[in-house]
């Protein structure tokens, strides 16, 4: 193996696989847009301690962190969602609201790297700021789904399964979990799906001393609603909390209804989120199949923003999609396309004809052509096998005799056809000759 080979976790973009991935780019980008949420922009490196008042200590070891030549300690960003709080708090006076922003870059986490999940990976982050109602929850995860559709992705191959920490607090709280309790209960029940039940037993007997089984059994009963009216039915029976929440959860739906992309949603308690400063509704996207790791994930933070600021308390929402998972779920689906790395021109011209062939290139670039030519010295014979190689449309031949007439031949790698043009309108010829599909063999 070689000492400088790819380090475990990183991968690397070879034109193929980065025509791929910006392909991704490209879809994100318009329908983010389409949404009316923009682009921006942050440092890939932050104070370590904005990621540790967010997360807490035990969050370190998942973190590249070092200490920079300044003796500061920072970290490689791991997410984004603490930079977004903290420019946000920092321009909250002046922002228009509600703020809809999102970004695309490149995230890093300390973890094994396994199928799906990598130590550098690039996200997705769309959050909408300053605004409380379930009309933004549905705005975003109406953008999540419209995403999806974009790439080909339907409803018997995607769903966002939609669950609500509210909902949970007030079944919790039926149940006389104290809130100190609270956050290790619904951890428990975040990972429950990933463990043996007698280890989410043991989690919930650590955080409720003598509860465990009970728990266990009563959390399986509320697992268990997977309609929209069982859900309503029951939070009616939590007072007029409960009341006011099961009209939430009706309006949200119907807003869902609404924007069309109901088809993939799922009403789903299991659905927790781990992160503890959730606040609302929560969600995650999953292959329908049930097969590989979740592609997106996301939900309400009203109180992040005061948390990591302490001077400006605004609601807000977001989601992020990893383009590992969805990468590979695009592929299994033969959804990606493969993208063909040629010129538009190929160039073709002897050793003393080169400047002009340089003229003609710097001409043909401008306009917008993707344009290349041999850079060593070779025959014609040579440079029509290199034209062929390279997947050009069209090979342009500069002669001595075509010098004389201030033209060229052009001569369509596709069909063989030729047609000979004076170089002064060689431009235009090409785009007519695109816009019909090629030079014609009539021709």
């Known amino acids: 193996m070689n000492k400088f080979d790819t380090l475990p976790g990183f991968r690397e973009f070879p034109p193929d696989a980065c025509a791929q991935r910006n392909h991704l780019f490209r879809v994100f980008r318009t329908v983010a847009r389409a949404f009316d949420f923009q682009e921006y922009d942050v440092p890939v490196v932050e104070p370590l301690d904005l990621y540790l008042q967010k997360s807490g200590e035990e969050i370190a070891s998942q973190l590249f962190h070092f200490e920079d030549k300044g003796g500061r300690k920072v970290a490689l960003r791991p997410e984004l969602t603490p930079t977004l709080a903290r420019m946000i708090a920092a321009r909250a006076n002046s922002l228009p609201k509600p703020v809809k922003w999102f970004n695309i870059g490149e995230h890093f986490r300390y973890e094994r790297p396994q199928k799906g999940r990598g130590r550098s990976f690039y996200q997705f982050n769309a959050d909408l700021v300053g605004e409380p109602g379930v009309d933004a929850d549905a705005e975003l995860i109406a953008l999540l789904a419209s995403i999806f559709e974009t790439f080909g992705l339907r409803s018997d191959d995607v769903v966002i399964r939609l669950s609500d920490r509210v909902t949970w607090v007030l079944f919790l709280d039926q149940l006389n979990i104290s809130e100190d309790a609270r956050p290790a209960t619904l951890d428990a029940i975040d990972k429950s799906e990933r463990r043996k039940p007698e280890q989410t037993i043991e989690s919930l007997n650590q955080a409720n001393p003598g509860r465990g089984e009970e728990l266990f059994a009563k959390i399986l009963e509320i697992k268990g609603l997977k309609s929209l009216d069982d859900i ?16 939430d959860w009706k309006n949200l739906t119907a807003r869902l209804d609404a924007h069309g992309c109901d088809g993939m949603i799922q009403v789903d308690l299991s659905i927790v989120r781990g992160l503890a400063y959730y606040t609302g509704f929560v969600y995650e996207a999953f292959e329908a199949s049930g097969e590989g790791r979740a592609l997106a994930g996301g939900g309400r933070y009203d109180h992040l923003i005061q948390k990591l ?8 929402a977001g989601f992020a999609i990893g383009d590992m998972t969805l990468s590979d779920c695009l592929g299994s ?34 306009a917008g052509h993707s344009t290349t030519y041999s850079l060593k010295p070779s025959g014609f014979g040579k440079q029509f096998k290199d034209a062929g190689k390279s997947g050009a449309r069209y090979a342009i031949i500069l002669g001595e005799d075509e010098v004389k007439q201030s033209s060229v031949k052009v001569k369509d790698l596709r069909s063989g056809s030729e047609e000979t043009c004076k170089i002064q309108s060689l431009v235009e010829k090409i785009e007519d000759w695109d816009g019909e599909g090629g030079i014609s063999a009539e021709e």
């Open 333 to 366: 689906k033969n959804l990606l396309p493969r993208y063909v790395i040629a010129p538009d021109l190929f160039l073709i011209f002897g050793e003393s004809e080169r400047d002009m062939g340089l003229r003609l290139s710097s001409h043909l670039r401008k």
């Open 309 to 316: 600021s302490g001077n400006c308390d605004l609601p807000a």
């Open 232 to 247: 309503v039915t029951k939070l009616e029976s939590c007072g007029e909390q409960g009341k006011q929440r099961a009209e």
